[in-house]
Structures are given as structure tokens and as C-alpha cells.
């Protein structure tokens, strides 16, 4: 008897994440773009965390901080997250801090045993990257808990390039991508880009709607229960190194 095709899903929200072997985290506007492209820019690794107060504690000679609250760039921080600003590397490594983008990332860490970044940027490397005949699931960072038409549509173009037994969910989503004739309307007509829009950052709808620019696909590693770290090419060992943020009871990993 031949074994079951691999299933291909997707949560459209984090919330609707269940046990996989892959997870692909897509956070369109803009989390997991600006990930792709300042890893390209020369930075070793993104260290993702979900609070502020985290990214700070992070923050030392050679890291430097990025992010946002509600698509504003965060104060005190040298970056917000606008992937086009990550032109070449400051420093060695990137934190990175986000409204939905980031928390995602976390989150899937408990739900698979390995975890990429996806996003239009890198989506024929990541394609080839997903390992043929695993159960994969294409997980949406969405915005505030909610389904967010961008991720809803790049989970769709991926899903649509791979083999397997697709979910409903996975159907849904590739027939969602199907009505669009390019990258650029699906983004454009979100709810995320209306707010880039009122807060003077159109210009990343654009730079996030380049398909295929970018051949690296992050892999994410756990560095505790509050940072995960995107590299390429590290290792897990690698990734993790140097990453603590001095919490009572949390002991910086490999320091």
C-alpha cells in the first residue's frame, strides 16, 4: 500500500495552526519581507521577538533594533519595518519587533519541527526549499487576529506549486490567489496597505509585491520561550548563540 500524500494546508490565522513537519510563516505586509531582505542586506541573523520591552533587552554593540506598533515605527528604535530601508547591514544582527509578523513566528515554533519564512519576495526559492512529500502548512500572521487578504493570497500562490492532498483551506486560498492577474492588486486592496497608506508608507506595498527578487529562504530557530532567530545557512546551534534576553529564569542561550 503506497503511503498517504503529504497534506498541504493553511491556517489563515495563527490560531488555526494544528501539528505539522513544516510550517511557512507569511507575513506579506511586512514582517517576514523585511526579514528576507535584511538577511540579504548582509545581516547574520533576525532575532524575532513579540514585545518591546524584549527588543530592548536585546539591543548591544553590533544589534540593531527594528519594528513597529501598528505599522508606526516603534521610539527608540533604528529601524521601523520598512523592508526597503534594509539596504545594507549595520551591524551583525537585526531584532526585530512586530504587531502580528513576529508573535506569529513564536508561535509556530510549539506546532512544527521546521519553520521558513515565506513571502512574495523569495516565493520560487521557497518553493524549492519545502521538502517534497512533508506535511506542510502555510501559516498567515493576519492582522490583529484576523485574516489578512495579502497572506491570504501568497499562501495561495504557494500552496498552487506544490503536490500533495490539499485541505480546504488550502483550496480556498489557491482559489483566492487564482483571481488575481498580478502581485501588486491583492496587496494594494488590503486593509494593511489602506493604513500604510495613511501613515506616508505606500512606497512598501510596491517593494513587497516584487515576486522572486531574493533566492534566500530563512529558516527559524527556538533561542528560548521569547526570541526566535531567522539565519540562513547557521545551523541551529549557530542561530541560537549569543541570544538572551537576561529575564528572571531565563539564562542566555550558548552565552
Known amino acids: 500500500m503506497s503511503a498517504p500524500a503529504a497534506s498541504i494546508d493553511v491556517a489563515f490565522t495563527p490560531a488555526e495552526i494544528r501539528p505539522t513537519r513544516v510550517a511557512v510563516i507569511i507575513d506579506v505586509l511586512r514582517a517576514t519581507s523585511t526579514i528576507v531582505t535584511a538577511l540579504g542586506a548582509g545581516y547574520r541573523r533576525v532575532l524575532c521577538t513579540a514585545s518591546v520591552e524584549d527588543a530592548r533587552r536585546l539591543r548591544e554593540p553590533g544589534r540593531l533594533l527594528a519594528g513597529e506598533r501598528h505599522c508606526r515605527p516603534i ?63 502555510m501559516v498567515c500572521a493576519g492582522t490583529g487576529g484576523r485574516f489578512a487578504l495579502e497572506d491570504g ?50 512606497a512598501d506595498i510596491e517593494f513587497c509585491a516584487q515576486e522572486s527578487i531574493s533566492a534566500l529562504v530563512p529558516e527559524i530557530s527556538s533561542a528560548g520561550s521569547q526570541v526566535a532567530v531567522a539565519s540562513v545557512g547557521l545551523g541551529a546551534e549557530a542561530a541560537r548563540a549569543g541570544v538572551g534576553i537576561g529575564l528572571e529564569g531565563e539564562e542566555a542561550v550558548n552565552r
Open 153 to 202: 493570497y501568497a499562501a495561495g500562490r504557494i500552496v498552487a506549486l506544490l503536490e500533495g492532498s490539499w485541505t480546504d483551506a488550502a483550496r480556498a486560498a489557491e482559489r483566492l490567489a487564482s483571481a488575481y492577474g498580478d502581485t501588486y492588486e491583492p496587496l494594494d486592496q488590503s486593509a494593511d496597505a489602506a493604513v500604510l497608506r495613511e501613515t506616508d508608507q505606500t
Open 75 to 137: 521610539e527608540g528604535f533604528d529601524y521601523g519595518n520598512s523592508p526597503g530601508a534594509f539596504d545594507e547591514a549595520r551591524g551583525e544582527d537585526l531584532v526585530l519587533c512586530t504587531t502580528n509578523g513576529t508573535p506569529a513566528i513564536l508561535s509556530a515554533l510549539s506546532a512544527a519541527d521546521e519553520v521558513l519564512i515565506g513571502s512574495l519576495l523569495n516565493l520560487d526559492a521557497l518553493v524549492e526549499r519545502i521538502p517534497t512529500g512533508e506535511d506542510v502548512t
